[in-house]
Every structure is written in C-alpha cells, then in structure tokens.
C-alpha cells in the first residue's frame, strides 16, 4: 500500500531511520544526501589504510532486551553490527589532578566500585544512581515503554541543572566532578545543561557500552541495505537548495542541479538554521526565524586521528577522560595559555578483541571564533596558516596526552586534524558545534526545537529534535515517524520486533 511520497533532506543517523520505519509502513522514500558519503556523525575515513570515526565512537545498550538492541531490531540491522564490549569493569575512566576513577557497568558494580572510591559517600552514590535510572525511565521513549511516561519528574530534571542536583545529592566535592567526568559527551554547561541529559546518557552507556568493530559506518550501511529492501532510495551528490511550497504545504524540493522532486511529505535531517535557508513561505512566520537565529549550539570540537606504529600501541578497551585542573566544568572557556583544559581519548575497534590499536582519536573543545579568519574558505583550500595552526594545537593536545601516556608520540606513525570547520563543511551544523542546538534550562522551552513545522506536512529530525547521541538520534525519528503511522502502531511494531 502506497501511502504517498517522502522525501528526506540528509542521510545522518535520524534520517536513515525515519527513511527505513517509513519505507517499512509503506511510504514511497527518497533520501537525498550531499556529499559523496552517507552517515552523517557516521562516516568513518581512511587514511593509509587505517580507518577512522568522525562522530559515533561507541554506543550503548545494546545487550538483549536493552533500549538501543530492541531499536535496531525494530529497524533490522542489529544482527548486521559486530560489536566489541568496552571493559565491564571501566568503560568509561576518568582522570582529575591525575587520579583516575574508573566506570563500571551495571548497578551493583558500580555503587561497589564508588564506594570504594568514597567510602563515606555509600548513600548517597547509591541515592544518585537509582535518580539517574528513574529520570532516564521516566520517559517512555527512552524506556519504549508505551503510555508510561512520568510528566512530573520529565518535567522536574528538565528544568533543573545538572549541577544543581548532583551538589544536592553529593556532598564531597570531588565525587560531584566525577560523575561529570563524560560530560565531552554532550558538551554540558554549567548552571545550564540539564540534569535529564546526564541521566540518558549515563543509564546509556551504564547498562553496556560497545564499539562497532570496524566503524559506526557499518551502521549506515545496513540502514541503507534495509531502506532498499523496503523499496527505498538514497541519491548522493545531491544538495536541496530550496523546499518548494504552495500557500498551504510543501510540494518538493529543489535540487542545486536545478532538479524539481515533488513530494507529498518532506523529513529534514538538517540543522534547523539550514531548513530555514531553503524556506521562503509566509507560513513560517518571522519571529520562528529570529528564535532559530538566536538558539544556543554546544561548543565545537578539535580532533586529531592517530595512526599508531605497528604493534607499539596495547588496544585500549575503556574511553578516557582527563582533566587539568579538579573539574571538567569549564572547558570551554580557556584562552591559548590554559588550553586545552580537558580531553578524550579513545581507539578505533578495527577487529574482534584487537590486540594493538591500529588508530585513535584524542577530542578538545574548541571554540569556532578561534577559525574566524577561515570561515569563508573550504575543506582542502584553507591555506598554509590553517594547516600551521592545527599543526600548533595538535602538538600542545599530545602533549597533554603524553602526561597521561608517556611515550605515545613515539608510537605514532601519522597524524591528521580536524576544527569545527570541518563539522560545518562535512555536516551543516551551526558554527561547527559538535552537537547542534544546546539544552539550556535558562531559556525554558525556547530552546526547544520541535519535529513539527509551521508547514503542515513538512518534518525535522535528527540531533536537534530531542537529543543527539545515537539514542536520542532514534528516539527523535520515532517522534517523527509517530506523525505519520501513529504512536501506538510504532509501539506495536516494536513489540513484535521484540517478539520475533
């Protein structure tokens, strides 16, 4: 049954999966993408013959009747993925003033492993991990537990920072930091990011943390493979310069090659801001384009991908996290003495149990006023000083690495750079920041982004539209999906996908 046309602006993570769950209840789906790869945050590249991730470097609750596991069952491609364990006993190690606190996964371990960090801090480690289970359960899509979302507390550690209720919660000072220590994760900000954020993505990786052996990429691929199955397409190398509207909807889009596609439904997986660019209708409204122009975006990102000397460099299976001074609050603001104030450094997966790591990457924050004298250049034409200040960064970054891992530049064969340029150029995201709009608890609803639009059949998903990460990602594109198939049908897929 052909229930009418769709087209979807982007092939990032948020519109694959509304391409596969449409395509699946019988909408006739056409992807258009860019660039020359799809995947959005996860692409992966190659230099030399090592391989690297640009966004999703690991995922969580993927173990058996976990929330991420039963969504890529829903969208048929977790038996496609080869996944690696990240070590149960600290996936996540944090370092502060260089003492290092290791994460371990599930609920009894972990209120083991602090407790013996912070013997005086039993209850209320205890106390903490059971509010993070709750906020993170309270929502039914978070939990894909149909009709059972809990409003008030959604509603409560929304509105609340995560500062704010952690120093309510714990009261030695340096446990507070800890718990923070995988804050890079979603660029929070002090007295503004709010507390339901943390909750996810800690219950997230806390119930089992993975890498994709090989690179997220995989993931991409078997959305595409199984978006075909269902009689979809994808076309690559084909930017939308307008969404084409009559007085009352959208009837298609424009392609920069000069191309018209009529749709009857249109998904853009795009920053809000570059949706508004290709917009020119009355029925979006002026003070909608001010509120867009005004959103807060996380910081951007600086990253350099390292290929190691062969065999030098032991498969490191946990994510760590370091920082300078006691806190990771803060990292975003810093001056050229004081960066960088923080990093993350993780390995690639590139076989099953790897022995030695083949390549890593090491994330700073980064600030996109730092690029300014670039921002009118492209990727591959910046020029000498751009290429000299990321050769500048990259070796103040590995010097702070060396600290923690002395000898590692010794190890290193190649290096290669990114900025918050390259984000901007590779992904459309406002001023380069490494997670789109930012959750701030100051502006209350007005830095919400919704899937609706003012234009009745045209749709927004994606990292913007609930939250990023590869949970919020798909959490988002069943919101989307819900407006077309209906919320109760998408829970009953769900549940039969659990099934069978």
Known sequence: MNRGSCIIIGSGLGGLACGVILAK??????????????????????????????????????????????????????????????????YDVVSLCGDQFKFPMGRERFIEQFSSYFPSQTDNIVNYYDLVKKVASASSLHSLKYGESDMAINTEYQLRSIDDVIEKLIDDPVLQNVLVGNLPLYAAVKGKTPFSSHAFIVDFYNQSACRVVGGS?????????????????????CKVKRILCDASRATGVETEQGQCLAADYVVADIHPARLLEMLDTKLIRPAFRRRIATLPNTVGGFSIYLHFKENTVPYMNSNFYSYRGNTPWGCEEYDKSTWPKGYLYMHFCHTDNPVYALGGVILSYMRMEELAPWFETTVGRRGTDYEEFKRVRAEILLSAVERDFPGLRNNIAHYYTSTPLTYRDYTGTEGGSMYGVAK?????????VSHKTRVP????????????????????????????????????????????
């Open 457 to 500: 059949n045209l749709f927004m998903t994606g990292q913007n539209v609930n939250s990023h990460g590869m949970l919020g990602v798909l959490v988002g594109a069943i919101v989307t999906c819900s407006e077309f198939i209906g919320n109760s049908e998408i829970y009953k897929q769900l549940s039969q996908a659990d099934n069978g």
């Open 217 to 237: 990429d995989a993931i991409s691929r078997a959305l595409v493979k199984k978006l075909e199955e269902y009689g979809g397409k994808i076309i690559t190398r």
């Open 25 to 90: 209840n019988g909408y006739d789906v056409t992807i258009l993408e860019q660039a020359a790869q799809v995947g959005g945050c996860l692409q992966c590249f190659t230099r030399r013959g090592v391989k690297f991730e640009t966004g999703m470097h690991f995922i969580g609750s993927v173990d058996d009747g976990q929330v991420l596991a039963r969504m890529l069952n829903y969208l048929g491609v977790r038996d496609e993925l080869a996944l690696s364990s990240l070590d149960r006993d600290g």
């Open 440 to 448: 701030d608890i100051t502006m209350g609803a007005s830095c919400r």
